[in-house]
């Protein structure tokens, strides 16, 4: 990875200056570190996870596969399978069966107004994934298999309709530099009917000649296109108004390989209906980067994995303000209950969040606050800074060890 | 590389009319020529009125669509073409998919009106 030198100057001042921070609430009271199986307190904590089958396994593919036709999924499993001679030990796959075919009717404006139903198809994802198991002297093979939905996707970003005005505008310059060719095509038609095999056949090599010609004529103004079709597809990533997110997932452990001794060791649902509207007053929606989530969160996770039997339900909010594309701030309440809180007591964590992205490969963040009243020692303060250097969204570099 | 169609369409007394959309849920512009003159040029879909059979035969329909990758799920492309008021009416698909997220790509239908 490069990094800047500067950025690089940036990010450790900013490293430092948090680890005084911590040093600081640490010397009162011990940070707690999170419980087994928890995920460490990030801003994604509430969300319905990518991917949620890797969730619940613990895992982070170093590669997945993401077929694109049915041939294609068709092949990767045989491949998976023979390479494996069997049950392949560490595969991953996802696949959204809605857009590995064609669909020429979908428009624009249809993609954008789906109904319910046409909202799932699109959205719908499903992603399998195998590890290997690890129970005692007994190996194996862990498999799980999961999905991921939108039940409202939300709506139009209030930047797409000037993204996409512009769009068009450089595809109006793109699409001048071929206007003479039409006319060209329609000399050689003109010609082959009239039997002048010879000049249609010259005029057909112009008309060639012509089309690579424009094509190189248009580079430039092709680059910029993409530019723009990516602000306009960034703008997908980030509609607005209300979306509902769910996900679930299933594991099974299988001892030894042998079908016979499967058991069915962890199993999630996520369910998150978000609201997002732009936090910027008196501007415009233009260059507006700053959003506003209100979002809620039911989560349930189950783990039967050897004589545990856990089951652990989690509802709460989260309220987070993207105040520019680089600097965000949230506030995030969770209440848990279930059979493996101590005493089965419900617990509450409530914790603050910032988030600063330096460039697009460091991010810091930090979160104080409570956590679940389930720690052994019950040390229940939560204070939390790491690091992110783009290789993924936990940190790399965690300093709220000591 | 564009992505092309050839094909002839016969053209009867009436009126011709072309329609042209891009699905996938992506978003583009289309050129339309007849005889080699520009008659639109518009951001799809489109319905146009192309002309009366007997003013329009023997003259090449061309049809250049850019299609923009603006989909985030999908790379895949596709534009159709429907073309009625001749001797029966007609819809051919035009398919393809970009390498590299982003690019546009360029769709170019020749129909010989005959």
Known sequence: MKVPVRNLTCAVLALTSWMMFAGTANAQKPAAAPAPGEPRVTPDDLRAPVSPVFALLGTTPASIERPQTPRALTMNLISAVRDGEGLPRNYALEISPYWTTYHPDLSFDDYYNADVLQTIAQTFAVSVATTPLRAGAVAGTRVGTGFRTLLRAGGAHPQLAAAHEELIGVDTRIAEASDAIPALRQRAFDARRAGRIAEADQLDQEVAAAEAKALQQTADLRRQAAETAKRVADLDRNRVGFQLAVAGALVWDFPGDRFEERELSQSGIWITPAYRFLACRGEGTAGCASTVDVMAAVRYLADRRGAADDRTWDVGGRLLWQLSSELALSLEALRRGGTSISGDEASTRTVAMVEYRLNDDIMLYGSFGKGFGDQSDRRTLVSLIGVNLGFGRKPIVDVSKP | ?114
């Open chain 2, 1 to 114: 590389m564009a992505v092309e169609l050839k094909d002839e369409y016969r053209v009867a007394d009436g009126e011709v009319r072309l329609a042209v959309s891009i699905g996938e849920g992506q978003t583009g512009l289309v050129s339309v020529f007849l005889g080699g003159v520009k008659i639109s040029r518009s951001p799809a879909p489109i319905d146009l009125r192309v002309g009366e059979g007997s003013e329009i035969r023997d003259k090449l329909l061309e049809v250049r669509t850019i299609v923009n990758d603006v989909n985030s799920q999908t790379n895949k492309m596709s534009v159709t073409y429907q073309l009625t008021g001749g001797t029966s009416a007609m819809e051919q698909v035009s398919r393809g998919e970009v390498g590299v997220d982003n690019q546009p790509l360029d769709f170019v239908a020749v129909f010989a009106l005959l």
